[in-house]
């Protein structure tokens, strides 16, 4: 990456740290000939105690934070609208950090329902959930959007069979109920498939690039658009209201309208409403769009050095960036040309990386679960979106894209069983330590080939040094008899014929009918010592000798 590229990229960052929580609540675009444009603190006047409000969005991408700021003061002044329930399908917190992310919500009283899909982001509604003054629900993120989807045409709920044999079966887990079994369940078990039901929406909330004087809203340099159209007519259809964040207002075209007027009862024209994380939509980032103008690989160095200097990603050593090698060469002899290959956040980040710089990933299309397909998944504060994406499409697309064609899916792990159960969905007891299984359940049911990678300990030390791994200090181990909660199940995915792989510190694993077996390890490792001694998990060691691997 070039040192201006670099220098660019340093200073937008500064800028956007020392201004970020700066805002206006009481800015006021109006038109007098249309009473839809106002202001953002009329626009929540639209929401009454007790409604149930779904945002669109995902990561730092389409954050409604001028909508989020005001309902925080308007409650904090007002105390209403309170009671509110509030679903988002993807992660659109904070981390407990980052201002103007839904977050702001995080108020005792304010929310006391929140469902969504990846929750880890969400820090003070987690905060809440511990402290029993709110109650947590979790549908995974494909099967939200479908189901928003299905509502918008008029059904009330979706049978899948997506998430059998997870924790979001009530016949193996908690179903939607996350820590409060006298919740009402939005999920039953109906023979061989999983019923899926949402709460009658009362608003709609969501981020769009651009509005004209009319109120149709348009799309342009968008970076994802997620159910952002579906959910506009789903709760139109159930009588609500849809109120939408853009941030300019442009001539009339009507070729380019993505939802019309008819369907928007208020918009809410904000000059610092964000395409991205720090990038507005009238100055944006390019390169995350369809009019993208630079290199894949320029682009993604960008996007990766910006989320470094903003320490939201974790500095990647020797040992991680061949750990990532050996995943990219392992999809690369396993994936057959012109696949579809979804990327999960972390070390399958990595993997997609050095697939780019070998060239690799010009014999598969990737894509997101927020609709960006093709070009290379935006890691760290931008995912959901994708560098140099070839359209942009709904999330609900974008998952049925996946059903009928995904044939590999990279994501990381949690814990791996003795039966290949694993858990990619919380980390401990707590309501604090859940973290969600976004995308996660939906993709490893499809996929025809699933490769997991991840750390073989955790709070261990690994180091690699002169092509040889050694492990200096042990942790806890990651591969156990028994997960704590199930985000996939082994047993099923061997019973519909799906190739498992493990990539680890210390070797790669294979999921079998016996069991997870070792399929080749790193040099250095002791299988005795280092594996078998170590784990608690039932490991399956062939017969015959097992590869070493060669580390580049």
């Known amino acids: 990456m070039k040192l201006f590229h670099k220098l660019e990229v340093a200073i937008h960052l500064l800028k956007w740290r020392l201004t970020w929580s700066f805002r206006n609540t009481r800015y006021s675009f109006t038109i007098p000939s249309n009473p839809k444009f106002m202001g953002p603190r009329e626009a929540i006047g639209l929401i009454s105690d007790n409604s149930t409000c779904l945002v669109a969005g995902i990561s730092g991408n389409q954050r409604v934070s001028i909508l989020a700021w005001s309902l925080r003061e308007v409650f904090q002044e007002t105390k209403h609208p309170k009671n ?19 977050e702001e919500l995080g108020l ?6 929140f469902i969504s899909a990846h929750h880890e982001t969400y820090k003070a509604f987690l905060q809440l959930a511990d402290q029993g003054k709110i109650e947590l629900q979790c549908i995974p993120q494909g099967v939200m959007a479908l189901l928003v989807e299905a509502i918008s045409e008029g059904r009330d709920h979706l049978l899948t069979s997506t998430g059998i044999g997870t924790f979001c079966d009530p016949e193996v887990g908690p179903g939607s109920n996350l820590f409060n079994s006298r919740s009402e369940s939005l999920v039953s078990r109906e023979k061989n498939q999983l019923k899926f039901t949402l709460p009658k929406l009362d608003i709609v909330m969501f981020n769009a690039p651009a509005a004209d004087d009319e ?34 207002v442009i001539p009339k075209n009507l070729e380019q309208v993505y939802l019309s007027t008819d369907y928007v009862d208020a918009i809410v024209y904000y000059p610092k409403t964000e395409q991205t994380a720090s990038f507005y939509h009238r100055k944006p980032w390019t390169i995350m769009t ?11 160095d960008k996007v990766r050095f910006f989320n470094q200097l903003a320490g939201v990603t974790p500095r990647r050593g020797k040992l991680e960036k061949s750990l990532a090698t050996i995943g990219a060469h392992l999809i690369h002899e396993k994936v057959p040309e012109k696949s579809w290959v979804n990327v999960g956040t972390g070390l399958p980040e990595e993997v997609c990386y050095v697939l780019q710089e070998k060239k690799w990933l010009d014999k598969m299309t990737l894509f997101t679960e927020a609709g960006a397909i093709g070009g290379i998944p935006a890691p760290g504060l931008f995912f959901g979106a994708a560098v140099n994406p070839e359209k942009i499409v709904s999330s609900p697309k974008a998952f049925r894209l996946a059903q009928e064609n995904l044939e590999a899916t990279i994501l990381g792990f949690l814990e791996v069983d003795s039966e290949g159960n694993v858990n990619a969905s919380q980390r401990g007891d707590k309501a604090t330590q859940f973290v969600g299984p976004g995308g996660f359940i939906d993709f490893t049911c499809t996929a025809k080939q699933i490769f997991f ?11 690699l040094n002169k092509g040889k791994v050694k492990i200096e200090k042990q942790g806890r181990p ?58 608690p998990m039932k490991i399956v060691v062939p017969e015959k000798e097992v590869p070493v691997i060669t580390l580049e």
């Not at 509110?84 to 839904?102: D, E, H, K, Y």
């Not at 005792?108 to 329902?113: D, I, K």
């Not at 990678?453 to 180091?463: C, L, T």
Request: aromatic residues 6%.
């Open 84 to 102: 509110l329930t509030i679903i988002s399908a993807g992660g659109q917190g904070g981390r407990g950090r980052a201002p103007g992310t839904l």
């Open 108 to 113: 005792p009283g304010l929310v006391t329902r």
């Open 215 to 248: 109120g149709n809203i348009y799309i342009d340099n968008c970076v994802t658009i997620c159910e952002a159209k579906e959910a506009a007519i789903a709760v139109k259809k159930q009588g609500g209201k849809v109120i939408v964040n853009v941030g300019r």
């Open 290 to 300: 369809t009019s993208s103008k630079s290199s894949a690989l320029e682009g993604l």
């Open 453 to 463: 990678i991840g750390s073989w300990m955790a709070r261990g030390k690994v180091k």
């Open 478 to 535: 990651k591969f156990v008899e028994k997960v704590r909660q199930i985000t996939f199940h082994g047993k099923k995915a061997i019973a519909q014929g799906q190739k498992v792989y493990f990539i680890t510190h210390v070797g790669i694993f294979y999921l079998t009918e016996k069991g997870v077996e070792l399929m080749a390890v790193m040099p250095g490792i002791s299988i005795e010592k280092d594996i078998l001694a170590f784990s």
